[in-house]
């Protein structure tokens, strides 16, 4: 029997796809890992610039019709047997409706698979439901089961007794904490995450509120962002009221997080997001990550103190 034809229309869908041994024909314009996904032909395009701001993303959100557009020639031209799709958020990649009416107004005979992960478990049931359509049951068991595995090494590292408070910020203006499976990695990389409930969608989060709670940890980890572009934003979060007042800020310990690449992206990278968290969590029990993914951001003078990680 012959591998089905896949086209995967979001990142991690792609990483699922090429850990399985199952390279797609056709990918979406922002899969860029493993990087041979890079030279496959993008089946979308995005119809907003990502390269500014999050302030002037959400303008550009609020005056589009549509964010994303099938490129419909490419999806003939491939005919796939299998498209993978996501139903968690229609900002963030291509959603099912939009892979639905394309299908339907080509008339393609193929199945759609729809990830809509909400927790971790559900990441790794997706891995399994992906690998059983594309005849990969056994190889996404054995990925699974090396996952957990990871899993539980974090957990048995993690030190006793402190468990600091965290906060994952998702999008900097307005502030909108982390959720889905982000509370659940905060919790088992020894963190307290007070803010958002494991497996609750990402919210827009009062100001106010994020100064009542005081992390002591703070991670900024945008949507969509990767580290230059978090870190050329971050003013947007230094410029609050209350933001040198914080715990995190006071005692050094504000991070910023490749979120484009980890956070954000729910496939077997995910496990890699919990052992970098760790580390901005416990330091001293956890190796060093690539500045290339995390670094510490707040080891400049704030106010009359000068903070040095």
Known sequence: MSDPTVVSLLPSATEILYALDCEPAAVSHECDHPPDATEKPAANRLLIDPDVSSEEINDQLASASDVYEIKTDVLREVDPDIVVTQGVCDVCAVDEVLVEDAVRDLGLDCEIVTTDPHHLADVFGDIERI??????????????????????????????????????????????????WVPELVEKAGGEYGLTEPGAYSEYEDWDDVVAFDPEVFVAAPCGFGMDQTLDNLDELRERAGWRDLSAVESGRVFAVDGHHYVNRPGPRLVDTLERLAWCLHPAAFPDPSEEDVRRVENRTIGERTVEP
Not at 150 to 171: F, I, K, N, S, Y
């Open 131 to 180: 690998g059983a359509a594309v005849g990969r049951d056994e190889r996404a068991a054995e990925l699974v089961g090396n996952l957990r595995e990871r899993v539980r090494a974090v957990e048995e590292r993690v030190p006793d007794g402190e468990r600091p408070r965290t906060l994952v910020c998702d999008w900097m203006r307005p502030p909108m904490i982390a959720g889905h």
